[in-house]
């Protein structure tokens, strides 16, 4: 494989507008909306992506049929420090699964559970 893995993600979710309100709050963000087919229902929020450097940016999905969490895909979201967007996680109807924690030197992860049952990582190097 000469690229990266991962082109792009999705997060699917039941409650489009407490999702959306979930990530824009713990990421300091805004999503913005995508164009999707005509269906009752489908709607896609994308997150903020620069194509010129590294990384995959995704979207939150909501398509009729598809259930939120229990899956078993981690997205992890690059932050300057984990430990800022953790802090954040409760305040806006998340739950910390993991506080931040050193994955060696590979930096330090924390893991956390958004409003619709997925779980998410977050990412520094310090």
Same mark, same amino acid.
């Given at each position: 494989?000469?690229?990266?893995?991962?082109?792009?993600?999705?997060?699917?979710?039941?409650?489009?507008?407490?999702?959306?309100?979930? &990530?824009? $709050?713990?990421? !300091?963000?805004? #999503? %913005?909306?995508?164009? /999707?087919?005509?269906?009752? +229902?489908?709607?896609?929020?994308?997150?903020?992506?620069?194509?010129?450097?590294?990384?995959?940016?995704?979207?939150?999905?909501?398509?009729?049929?598809?259930?939120?969490?229990?899956?078993?895909?981690?997205? &992890?979201? $690059?932050?300057? !420090?984990?430990? #800022? %967007?953790?802090?954040? /996680?409760?305040?806006?109807? +998340?739950?910390?699964?993991?506080?931040?924690?050193?994955?060696?030197?590979?930096?330090?992860?924390?893991?956390?559970?958004?409003?619709?049952?997925?779980?998410?990582?977050?990412?520094?190097?310090?």
């Amino acid at each position: 494989m000469a690229k990266n893995p991962i082109a792009w993600f999705e997060i699917y979710v039941n409650n489009m507008d407490r999702a959306k309100a979930f &990530y824009e $709050a713990v990421l !300091d963000i805004k #999503l %913005e909306p995508l164009q /999707v087919p005509e269906e009752p +229902g489908f709607s896609m929020w994308s997150f903020p992506a620069d194509m010129e450097n590294y990384g995959a940016s995704g979207a939150l999905v909501h398509m009729p049929g598809f259930e939120a969490g229990g899956n078993s895909t981690l997205v &992890y979201f $690059a932050c300057d !420090d984990c430990a #800022l %967007e953790e802090s954040r /996680v409760a305040a806006a109807g +998340g739950t910390v699964q993991r506080e931040k924690m050193s994955i060696g030197q590979y930096g330090y992860i924390s893991l956390a559970i958004d409003t619709e049952g997925n779980m998410l990582g977050l990412h520094s190097m310090k």
